[in-house]
């Protein structure tokens, strides 16, 4: 069956890639890809300044569209194959139909239901990021004010596949789009583009329901069981289509070897199961079976080493630092870049933008922002005089020693800051962990979170929330040095100190 469905949407265009090999498209996906607002993801990289310390890391968002594609069909056609597996078992393990907590056997759904499914998962996929700006999430402070667009949308009589998305926008009470919010607004526009007399002008709205996991209404009713099901596919812990593909992309482009992990055995675990939102209604989730914790684990640690390694490298995180200040300041100052009076303004101001204009806006080069706040940090990073690293260790050590450091040096501007735990984050909210009952099949259970039967994802995630770090807002080397030595005195002594109390 699995073969079969993905068969029937005329997968007869290839894309070559270097991470998966071919990747087929249908005639419809060419198109999207061909749009002028897709290809403006050839400008904007997936790890934005990273380069400056990994200089290969020039790999963009349009490739990683491309394989978290392969890798959603992947996913779901291994649910399909899955499911009929565990069906044919001599003990069956999963049940014939959606029932709440339960396994269930996909191919039991109509297929022309699955082939419409696979097919809005294939173009959720695609467009995960379109609506990323430059710089990873560092735009999101400069990204259009909320209710500009909304305005903007309301007021266009032009693309009406737009007018679907507005109780979506102003279900969010953030002040600015998010980067979803804008890939679901972009589409838009493409699909009112590229659509032929025979298409539906009800599928951005249900591609923006999968990416921003909206539950479907009554007039959805055959395909409001799928969207939770293709939104854990997408973008989801602990695996996803959308992490699959940068871990590994990351980790080949910038050249090390951490991002690696058990592709064929993670597709192997896969299984569909049912829930019953607070509504009544039955909705499909993935789950991922008990015997492949191992391969989870495999890959959560590879995401662990390649963001501690690599993400958070020193000096990266210099960048990120540097960059974070200035959208604080940003917000402070309720910055717009976006001169916006129709949909066409938000699509070509969209299009203008690139890592390198937006790091231009930044500098102040084109007059846009003459904040010297923002200027001044944006024209460091641009010439590389990055802030320095002075002092790393746990949390409780390195905010002792930044108290006293920064007592004995109060002239020098200092900060201390703890990583937020990004490479073991959102493990309860995504695909659901799947244990044998006592027939035999599987099901949820209870408090069966990924901890629980994985000690090494919780103390993964207990040394990933311990990495703190003190930082001179500098690049002065002299005072760099002086400060690095000046801190190991004072963790020296202070630990010295404990010893003796103790």
Same mark, same amino acid.
């Given at each position: 069956?699995?073969?079969?469905?993905?068969?029937?949407?005329?997968?007869?265009?290839?894309?070559?890639?270097?991470?998966?090999?071919?990747?087929?498209?249908?005639?419809?996906?060419?198109?999207?890809?061909?749009?002028?607002?897709?290809?403006?993801?050839?400008?904007?990289?997936?790890?934005?300044?990273?380069?400056?310390?990994?200089?290969?890391?020039?790999?963009?968002?349009?490739?990683?569209?491309?394989?978290?594609?392969?890798?959603?069909?992947?996913?779901?056609?291994?649910?399909?194959?899955?499911?009929?597996?565990?069906?044919?078992?001599?003990?069956?393990?999963?049940?014939?139909?959606?029932?709440?907590?339960?396994?269930?056997?996909?191919?039991?759904?109509?297929?022309?239901?699955?082939?419409?499914?696979?097919?809005?998962?294939?173009?959720?996929?695609?467009?995960?990021?379109?609506?990323?700006?430059?710089?990873?999430?560092?735009?999101?402070?400069?990204?259009?004010?909320?209710?500009?667009?909304?305005?903007?949308?309301?007021?266009?009589?032009?693309?009406? =596949?737009?007018?679907?998305? %507005?109780?979506?926008?102003?279900?969010?009470?953030?002040?600015?789009?998010?980067?979803?919010?804008?890939?679901?607004?972009?589409?838009?526009?493409?699909?009112?583009?590229?659509?032929?007399?025979?298409?539906? =002008?009800?599928?951005?709205?249900?591609?923006?329901?999968?990416?921003?996991?909206?539950?479907?209404?009554?007039?959805?009713?055959?395909?409001?069981?799928?969207?939770?099901?293709?939104?854990?596919?997408?973008?989801?812990?602990?695996?996803?289509?959308?992490?699959?593909?940068?871990?590994?992309?990351?980790?080949?482009?910038?050249?090390?070897?951490?991002?690696?992990?058990?592709?064929?055995?993670?597709?192997?675990?896969?299984?569909?199961?049912?829930?019953?939102?607070?509504?009544?209604?039955?909705?499909?989730?993935?789950?991922?079976?008990?015997?492949?914790?191992?391969?989870?684990?495999?890959?959560?640690?590879?995401?662990?080493?390649?963001?501690?390694?690599?993400?958070?490298?020193?000096?990266?995180?210099?960048?990120?630092?540097?960059?974070?200040?200035?959208?604080?300041?940003?917000?402070?100052?309720?910055?717009?870049?976006?001169?916006?009076?129709?949909?066409?303004?938000?699509?070509?101001?969209?299009?203008?933008?690139?890592? =390198?204009?937006?790091?231009?806006?930044?500098?102040?080069?084109?007059?846009?922002?003459?904040?010297?706040?923002?200027?001044?940090?944006?024209?460091? %990073?641009?010439?590389?005089?990055?802030?320095?690293?002075?002092?790393?260790?746990?949390?409780?050590?390195?905010?002792?020693?930044?108290?006293?450091?920064?007592?004995?040096?109060?002239?020098?501007?200092?900060?201390?800051?703890?990583?937020?735990?990004?490479?073991?984050?959102?493990?309860?909210?995504?695909?659901?962990?799947? %244990?044998?009952?006592?027939?035999?099949?599987?099901?949820?259970?209870?408090?069966?979170?990924?901890?629980?039967?994985?000690?090494?994802?919780?103390?993964?995630?207990?040394?990933?929330?311990?990495?703190?770090? %003190?930082?001179?807002?500098?690049?002065?080397?002299?005072?760099?040095?002086?400060?690095?030595?000046?801190?190991?005195?004072?963790?020296?002594?202070?630990?010295?100190?404990?010893?003796?109390?103790?």
């Amino acid at each position: 069956m699995s073969t079969k469905i993905s068969n029937s949407l005329n997968l007869n265009r290839t894309v070559r890639d270097p991470l998966h090999g071919a990747i087929h498209l249908s005639d419809e996906e060419i198109r999207i890809i061909d749009h002028r607002l897709f290809r403006r993801l050839h400008k904007i990289r997936q790890n934005g300044l990273l380069y400056l310390v990994f200089p290969s890391a020039h790999h963009t968002r349009f490739e990683h569209s491309l394989g978290t594609l392969h890798n959603a069909n992947s996913i779901f056609n291994s649910l399909l194959f899955n499911s009929s597996v565990a069906d044919t078992k001599p003990t069956c393990a999963i049940y014939d139909n959606p029932q709440n907590g339960k396994a269930f056997d996909l191919n039991n759904i109509d297929e022309t239901l699955l082939k419409k499914a696979l097919r809005l998962l294939r173009f959720s996929a695609l467009v995960h990021d379109l609506g990323h700006g430059p710089l990873s999430h560092t735009f999101d402070s400069f990204s259009p004010f909320r209710e500009k667009v909304i305005e903007i949308i309301e007021q266009d009589s032009k693309y009406l =596949e737009l007018k679907k998305l %507005i109780p979506l926008l102003k279900k969010n009470r953030k002040e600015r789009i998010e980067h979803e919010e804008m890939s679901c607004i972009l589409f838009s526009v493409i699909w009112h583009e590229i659509k032929d007399d025979t298409d539906s =002008e009800e599928i951005p709205f249900l591609v923006a329901s999968i990416l921003l996991n909206h539950e479907l209404g009554k007039e959805h009713s055959n395909l409001a069981p799928f969207i939770s099901l293709l939104n854990n596919i997408v973008a989801s812990a602990p695996v996803d289509a959308d992490r699959m593909d940068y871990i590994e992309r990351d980790s080949k482009s910038i050249g090390v070897s951490y991002g690696m992990f058990d592709r064929e055995r993670l597709l192997k675990s896969f299984l569909p199961y049912a829930t019953t939102s607070s509504n009544g209604n039955l909705n499909y989730r993935l789950g991922i079976k008990k015997s492949g914790v191992r391969a989870v684990e495999n890959f959560i640690q590879a995401r662990f080493e390649l963001f501690v390694q690599v993400y958070y490298h020193k000096t990266n995180r210099a960048i990120e630092l540097m960059l974070s200040e200035i959208a604080t300041n940003a917000k402070d100052k309720q910055i717009n870049i976006f001169k916006l009076n129709s949909v066409d303004d938000l699509c070509n101001a969209y299009l203008d933008l690139s890592d =390198e204009s937006f790091l231009n806006i930044l500098n102040g080069n084109n007059e846009i922002i003459n904040e010297n706040s923002i200027t001044k940090i944006a024209r460091s %990073i641009s010439t590389r005089n990055l802030w320095k690293r002075i002092f790393e260790e746990k949390k409780k050590t390195t905010d002792d020693v930044y108290d006293e450091l920064s007592k004995q040096f109060s002239d020098y501007d200092l900060i201390v800051r703890t990583i937020e735990a990004k490479a073991t984050k959102g493990l309860e909210n995504g695909a659901q962990l799947l %244990i044998r009952g006592e027939d035999g099949k599987y099901q949820t259970y209870g408090n069966a979170d990924w901890f629980n039967y994985s000690p090494m994802m919780e103390a993964l995630a207990n040394e990933e929330e311990g990495i703190t770090r %003190i930082y001179l807002k500098s690049n002065d080397k002299d005072a760099s040095k002086k400060l690095r030595v000046e801190a190991r005195k004072i963790d020296f002594n202070l630990k010295a100190k404990a010893n003796e109390i103790n």
